[in-house]
Each structure stands twice: as structure tokens, then as C-alpha cells.
């Protein structure tokens, strides 16, 4: 069983520009999230996806955005990138059945806005 | 909205018992979880336990949930410097599918 990767580990941005960050969910999972660590904070919702639509969204602004694809894989895009928006950016997939939710996390991109 | 409280840090020698406590304010909460999160890497699920239920064992963790008080408990016995890391309360309401998470609890087991 494959767990949770994302890519890159480490990413270093200047104010103002792009990013993308990627996810490939746990395999038989259908639900991908995307979550906000900053430094010593607990994760924050970002936003959900399930099967290729967006399900739910928490505070963040228009210029984060995401997708996923058939495949369940996963992108979250930020544009105009500040200096607030330097966090641990966690990818979590699960399997939207029932109640229960155990979200499986991968390690995390750590991104560093300059 | 929801809140989900911790108190930032706990410190321990090893072999004793630690015990990591969580408030949360969601009446409705249906799933209480315990997260785990090492240096330099995600969150691992430790358990979970259901909201009708009031507690839960799991080897060397025990989870005791007062749902009146709305306070959850994690303790782990016999401490293991292995243990040291960031403990993540989080709660699930019923009416929705997104977990919310507590700011975590740094544990440090020292010799």
C-alpha cells in the first residue's frame, strides 16, 4: 500500500509569484484536503476535494486553488504569494465512507515565501 | 465555530505516565482523534474514538472522553524518549466532513 507523497519537500518563492505543490493520495482513497502549518500552529483546512470537485473550503482567500485528477492525485496552486503564506503546506487523503474521517498525511512541502 | 484547545507543552521523564489534555467546544462532534507529528514530518493518526463512547485502549495509549465537559484525554504509559513529539487533538462535527484541529502539544521525555 502507497502512502501519501508530495513534492517538492522544500520550495523557496519570492513575493508576488506562483506555486504549485503536489500530492498523490494514499492508493483506494478518494478524498484529498489540503492543510496549512504554520510555524508552531496545528494544521489549518485549506480546502477538499472529492471525486475532481471542490467540497468544501475553509478562511483562505481565491488565490489558493486546487485540483484532482482521475487518478485522485492532487495539486494546490497559490498565486500572489506573501510573506504569511511561508507554512507547511500538508496534503491529507481518506476515504470518504460513513462518518469516521482518519485523514493520512504525507511529510508536508515547506514552503518559504521571500 | 469550533475551537479545539491544548496546552503547548508537557514534560516528562521516561517511564512515567503522560497525559495530554483537549478541550474542544463543538457539541456536535461525533469523532475525536489523536494526531502524532514528528520533526520534519506529517501527521500520523495514533487512534480515535467515537463520540458515545467514553473511552478507549489502545497497548500503551488510553483516551478517556468526558463529552459533558467536552474534554478528551491521551495518556501514554511507560513514556519512551521515542514518544517526544507534537500531539494533535482534533475533532469532527457531525454535520460536517473536515476534521478541526488543536494548536498541539510538544511532549519532551527526557532520561
Known amino acids: 500500500e502507497t502512502g501519501v507523497t508530495q513534492s517538492p519537500t522544500h520550495l523557496i518563492k519570492t513575493r508576488g509569484q506562483q506555486v504549485t505543490l503536489r500530492c498523490s493520495s494514499q492508493?483506494?482513497?478518494?478524498?484529498v484536503s489540503w492543510y496549512q502549518q504554520a510555524l508552531g500552529q496545528g494544521p489549518q483546512f485549506i480546502f477538499q476535494?472529492?471525486?475532481?470537485?471542490?467540497?468544501g473550503r475553509g478562511n483562505f482567500p481565491p488565490r489558493f486553488s486546487g485540483l484532482q485528477f482521475p487518478n485522485y492525485s492532487s495539486e494546490l496552486n497559490v498565486n500572489a504569494l506573501e510573506l504569511d503564506d511561508s507554512a507547511l503546506y500538508l496534503c491529507?487523503?481518506?476515504?470518504?465512507?460513513?462518518?469516521?474521517?482518519?485523514?493520512?498525511f504525507g511529510n508536508g512541502t515547506r514552503l518559504t515565501v521571500t | 465555530g469550533e475551537d479545539v484547545e491544548q496546552s503547548l507543552f508537557l514534560s516528562v521523564r521516561e517511564g512515567d505516565s503522560s497525559v495530554i489534555n483537549c478541550t474542544y467546544t463543538?457539541?456536535?462532534?461525533?469523532?475525536l482523534y489523536w494526531y502524532k507529528q514528528e520533526p520534519g514530518a506529517g501527521l500520523q493518526l495514533l487512534t480515535y474514538?467515537?463520540?458515545?463512547?467514553d473511552m478507549k485502549q489502545d497497548q500503551r495509549l488510553t483516551v478517556l472522553l468526558n463529552k459533558k465537559d467536552k474534554h478528551l484525554s491521551l495518556r501514554i504509559a511507560d513514556t519512551q524518549t521515542g514518544d517526544s513529539a507534537i500531539y494533535f487533538c482534533?475533532?469532527?462535527?457531525?454535520?460536517?466532513?473536515?476534521?478541526?484541529f488543536g494548536r498541539g502539544t510538544s511532549l519532551i521525555v527526557h532520561p
Open positions: 491529507a487523503s481518506s476515504l470518504l465512507e460513513g462518518d469516521k474521517r482518519t485523514l493520512h
Open positions: 492508493s483506494g482513497h478518494n478524498t
Open positions: 476535494y472529492y471525486r475532481e470537485e471542490e467540497n
Open positions: 463543538d457539541s456536535s462532534s461525533t469523532y
Open positions: 474514538i467515537f463520540s458515545n463512547m
Open positions: 482534533a475533532e469532527k462535527g457531525g454535520g460536517s466532513y473536515i476534521p478541526t
